[in-house]
């Protein structure tokens, strides 16, 4: 069985976007899908976020499929610099490992990506992944996808006309992303 991680963004939550559709759409196909919720605005950290995830270690494995909106990119990276045994695939969507000058969301994003990362030991741990970002991305540039694309030597999946892949540009729900994702099932 595949166990599949949803995580959300800055500012966000497991009941938003394409999120709840792709849940659902994975259990159909007899995942086992989690989408923890995780302390944002207040209390945003890197550390307090790891500890939430703490009850859900247990179940990264070699099935292992996680899914990153926006902020969790940088989250889900963490976790695979610190985790014993490699995952299958990882699916990261509007990503970014840096600030992004912006003072709604540097100062909570900052500990997630004001640093450097083991990207020798990400790769090591899951060398399947899949980067998706807009042509028009309204918060994260598509440079910084570029950055993130580069650095696991992958290639960028760039989709017109999706702003943030969130509920106001229209995702609701996320068809190439989850047909993606079923070829790793």
């Known amino acids: 069985m595949n166990n599949i991680f949803i995580i959300h963004w800055a500012y ?22 989690f989408v923890p919720k995780f302390p944002t605005p207040e209390n945003q950290t890197l550390e307090n976020w790891k500890k939430i995830f703490e009850d859900y270690k247990q179940y990264i494995n070699e099935n292992t499929i996680v899914v990153g909106h926006s902020l969790a990119p940088a ?19 509007s990503g970014f490992i840096e ?12 500990s ?4 450097d990362f ?25 440079e910084s996808a570029k950055k993130v694309a580069n650095k696991l030597d992958t290639s960028l999946i760039e989709v017109p006309n999706a702003g ?18 079923k070829k790793h099932l």
């Open 164 to 181: 943030h892949f969130n509920t106001t540009s229209g995702y609701d729900k996320f068809e190439l992303l989850l047909d993606e994702i």
């Open 12 to 33: 966000g939550n497991p009941n938003e976007n394409w999120f709840p559709w792709l849940k659902i759409e994975l259990e159909k196909l007899n995942c086992k899908v």
């Open 118 to 142: 083991d990207w020798k030991t990400i790769k090591q741990n899951c060398d399947n992944f899949h980067i998706y970002h807009s042509d028009n991305d309204p918060y994260v540039p598509l």
């Open 99 to 110: 600030l992004l000058w912006n003072s709604d969301f540097d100062p909570i994003n900052k």
């Open 112 to 115: 997630f990506v004001d640093r």
């Open 75 to 93: 989250f889900l990276l963490d976790l695979l610099e610190n985790i014993n045994s490699p995952i299958k695939s990882a699916f990261f969507v």
